[in-house]
């Protein structure tokens, strides 16, 4: 019987810690129709889509089904019943609000917003004081989800008070209507730029308002490969893949 990929010793001590599943069965191989149902933020989209396709190559029998969403909205659907294995939340304040469903989480990443706009720079955007400028129509996520609560932090440390022309939900819509050409800039992750060629951003003045970490858990009733894919992520392999894509490494 073969062994889950990414399940060392190192994998083993977080399943002790969490006190999610035994770690004598952590070895075992999976059924055939082993599946990991995994909640993520809409920020984690590329990289976990990446993560989860090189885990399910190494674990043949495994598959790891990600919904995408802003972390508030996740976390809900958690407290009312969804189904849920593994949650990547891009907040500590969502993770905290499923802590009965999921009752222990790790650091794995960090990120910070910025201010992106088009490389061109039609609009000639220098400072973050510009999204004062009334004549320059810019997004941002929602208060309640992760990147519009680091936004807000960042905003208002830079002396930003015109208000954006609308809130979204997670930050793909965002990016999507920033892409799209709707808007002339956006508040969006680090990352997303990373990911964009045609994008350009400038940082705010506080790094640290700016920033925030991303944390995963695994629920009560964690499979052994659910434990599996979350050691995957804590590896080296799953973090070259988010520092790859402009990620910071968590705290030591």
Known sequence: ???????????????????????????LAPNSDTEIIVLAA????????????????????????ISFAGSATLAEQIKQGAPVDVFASASSSAMSNVANEIPNSKTFARNRVVVAYPIA?????????????????WIQCD?????????DKALAVDGVTAKPKSLEPDVNSVLNKLIAGEVDAA???????????????????DKVSAATS?????????????????????SK???????????????D
């Open 1 to 27: 019987m073969k062994k889950l990929v990414g399940l060392t010793a190192g994998a083993l001590a977080l399943a002790g810690c969490s006190g999610n599943a035994d770690t004598s069965t952590q070895s």
């Open 42 to 65: 809409a920020s984690l989209t590329q990289t976990f889509t990446e993560i989860s396709n090189k885990f399910e190559l190494a674990n043949p029998g495994v598959k790891v089904t």
């Open 121 to 137: 720079n039609p609009k000639n955007i220098v400072t973050s004081q510009d999204l004062n400028n009334k004549d320059l129509i």
């Open 143 to 151: 208060h309640q989800v992760p990147c519009g609560a680091a936004a």
């Open 187 to 205: 508040i969006v992750y680090l990352t997303d730029v990373f990911a964009n060629s045609n994008l350009t951003s400038l940082e705010f003045k």
């Open 214 to 234: 991303y944390s995963i858990g695994t629920s009560s009733a964690a499979s052994p490969a659910a434990q599996a894919f979350v050691a995957y992520v804590l």
């Open 237 to 251: 392999s799953g973090q070259d893949v988010l520092i790859a894509a402009g990620f910071d490494a968590p705290p």
